[in-house]
């Protein structure tokens, strides 16, 4: 019984994460707050792969799944923006960058609905957590990116997430490399680019998290669930037409 709540667990991780993070945006240690982000997007990460491991996915996971992603890839990434690059537009940088939840918000909606076999395939328009991530990782640049440039960005992801573009999924195909690697490797080679810098003083506290929960990212990569690397094929063997021939004749 207390198998199908171990990716839960994961799910909650990624919901608290998501939360843990705005109390360190309001307190201006970016640092930590998108490390928390990108925690919740590896637990994201894990959470399904883990729960089709036990085989024991559900309907409640998939809902649960949902609500953690609308506040960690939604709200948090959001909020994360409001306060890098919408931070001297005032009220109506809060309003420009509450946008963003709203539209993940709807491609969320959508995607409960999407009959499993579709979702195998492709998904309609970019995940959440995708969009969520790229925006995370776009405002450790706050300073470097022009401020338009990052509208055309964010407003660009939001279009993205309610369009109906295909995009392949990797499931059906047994595809080993879990989702979004690429953008967290590219985020952790630059935390420790930061943490080489200063000499590997102040360390953020959740790094050393980040670490140990991408370790348990890589084992799942070659981790291999209990099916034949080969289907086996069962041959129906028929006796030839010629003993039926035979036999009729004879009666």
Same mark, same amino acid.
């Given at each position: 019984m207390m198998k199908k709540h171990v990716p839960n667990l994961f799910t909650f991780g990624n919901l608290f994460c998501g939360f843990l993070s705005i109390p360190y945006i309001?307190?201006?240690?970016?640092? %930590? &707050?998108?490390?928390?982000?990108?925690?919740?997007?590896?637990?994201? &990460? $894990?959470?399904?792969?883990? &729960?089709?491991? /036990?085989?024991v996915s559900n309907a409640i996971g998939k809902e649960l799944? +949902?609500?953690a992603d609308i506040v960690s890839f939604g709200v948090a990434p959001s909020f994360l923006a409001?306060?890098?690059y919408f931070y001297d537009l005032g009220m109506t940088g809060i309003i420009m960058s509450g946008l963003f939840p709203l539209f993940g918000a !709807?491609?969320?909606?959508?995607? %409960?609905? =999407?009959? =499993?076999?579709? +979702?195998?395939?492709?998904?309609?328009?970019i995940p959440i957590t995708l969009a969520g991530g790229i925006v995370t990782f776009l405002t450790l640049f $706050?300073? +470097?990116i022009p401020l338009w440039v990052f509208i055309l960005l964010f407003y660009g992801l939001c279009f993205f997430m309610v369009s109906r573009v295909k995009i392949p999924s990797l499931k059906k195909l047994g595809v080993p490399l879990?989702?979004? +690697? $690429?953008?967290? =490797?590219?985020f952790l080679f630059y935390m420790f680019y930061l943490v080489s810098k200063s000499r590997f003083e102040n360390v953020?506290?959740?790094? !050393?998290?980040?670490?140990?929960?991408?370790? /348990?990212?890589?084992?799942?990569? !070659?981790?291999?669930?209990?099916?034949?690397?080969?289907?086996?094929?069962?041959? %129906?063997?028929?006796?030839p037409k010629r003993l039926f021939k035979k036999k009729n004749k004879k009666h």
């Open positions: 309001i307190h201006d240690d970016l640092r %930590n &707050a998108t490390i928390l982000i990108f925690i919740a997007i590896m637990l994201d &990460a $894990v959470d399904g792969r883990i &729960a089709r491991i /036990l085989g799944d +949902s609500l409001a306060q890098t !709807y491609r969320l909606a959508r995607f %409960n609905i =999407t009959s =499993t076999e579709d +979702s195998l395939k492709h998904f309609k328009g $706050v300073g +470097s879990p989702k979004y +690697s $690429v953008l967290i =490797t590219l953020p506290a959740f790094f !050393y998290v980040a670490l140990c929960i991408y370790l /348990l990212f890589i084992i799942l990569r !070659y981790f291999k669930e209990k099916e034949p690397k080969f289907a086996i094929r069962r041959r %129906n063997f028929r006796l």
